[in-house]
């Protein structure tokens, strides 16, 4: 079954906590059997990579359930149910929802905060919103969407630059990834008439033997780059005695220009198609800004608790 959101977590949360003291990890372990899920399921992570979606959710379950009283903190990632939240489970809601939690509990009314939290709709008839994600899941989630919308607005102001422009991007970006030393040492654009199908060199030793050719390509999405420009690519690479090349686009690949690459031996072909050329732009901010940060914090008090 799909992992359930953190509010259909919170009333076997409590159940669990009503039998007995529980630490977060053995608890996130016992739900998932209750609700059977996969080991696919159990390991998945958030967009972020840094926790299980299941750990994360039973983590702001607990945080809800303890703000509203039902459960408190007994040590360190230990927990057990209070006396109202005893009450609770001899006579529980059809299901624990955060609506129905501040309706009833001033602690989750405060922890909230007035008009807090987005509308997310499940399909339910009630006028209530349901919020499906915690709050770390749609921070993420707003993120890749944000992300996404930067890396298409940055291929199509891409695909409109002068081609002198894009040249001089790329070796940027192939710089600011480590390939050669500085900019002005290692890169090198060399596009224009009879260029002989080289854009630019990246030199990554000081006496240039060890060089980086590099084709550019500002391609339409729909325009994709075959096998013949990569094998025209690869015949440049060996008139010039180049081993090592990096052919970019602002479109796709076809499926036979990527197996072009394979039966060139003696030369190491790399392809960045236009949705890696973003992302990498994006990570080593090459023709992007960060505007705003925003700080996640955690509750760090190791080598304090035990003082005392």
């Known amino acids: 079954m799909p ?5 259909t977590l919170m009333l076997p949360t409590l159940r669990r906590l009503v039998e007995r003291r529980w630490r977060t990890a053995e608890l996130i372990a016992a739900l998932s059997d209750e609700f059977g899920l996969t080991d696919a399921e159990r390991t998945a992570l958030l967009p972020s990579g840094r926790q299980p979606v299941i750990a994360n ?7 809800y359930l303890n703000k509203s009283g039902l459960i408190t903190r007994v040590g ?3 927990y057990e149910a209070s006396d109202a939240g005893r009450g609770v489970v001899a006579a529980p809601p059809p299901r624990i929802t955060l609506a129905w939690l501040t309706q009833h509990f001033e602690g989750a009314r405060a922890f909230r905060g007035e008009g807090n939290g987005p509308a997310e709709t499940s399909g339910s008839t009630s006028t209530a919103p349901t919020i499906l994600h915690t709050p770390r899941e749609r921070i993420e989630a707003a993120a890749i969407e944000l992300q996404d919308a930067l890396a298409a607005e940055l291929l199509d102001r891409l695909r409109g630059i002068a081609p002198a422009a894009f040249e001089r991007v790329i070796v940027d970006l192939l710089v600011r990834m480590g390939f050669g030393g500085s900019r002005q040492d290692a890169g090198e654009r060399l596009g224009g008439t009879g260029d002989g199908g080289v854009d630019g060199i990246i030199r990554q030793d000081a006496l240039g033997l060890d060089a980086v050719y ?4 500002r391609y339409a999405e729909d325009n994709p780059v075959g096998a013949p420009a990569v094998q025209g690519f690869a015949g440049a690479l060996l008139a010039r005695g180049a081993t090592k090349g990096v052919f970019v686009t602002t479109s796709r690949f076809t499926a036979a220009a990527r197996e072009a690459v394979d039966h060139y031996r003696s030369h190491r072909i ?4 236009g949705a890696e050329l973003a992302r990498l732009m994006i990570r080593h901010e090459v023709g992007v800004r960060t505007t705003q940060i925003i700080r996640i914090g955690r509750v760090d008090l190791e080598g304090y608790e035990d003082d005392g």
């Open 76 to 78: 360190r990632g230990e």
């Open 57 to 63: 959710r039973t983590h702001w379950s607990l945080a």
């Open 214 to 217: 590099v084709q550019a390509k």
């Open 3 to 7: 992992i359930p959101d953190f509010q």
């Open 270 to 273: 790399v392809l960045i198609d």
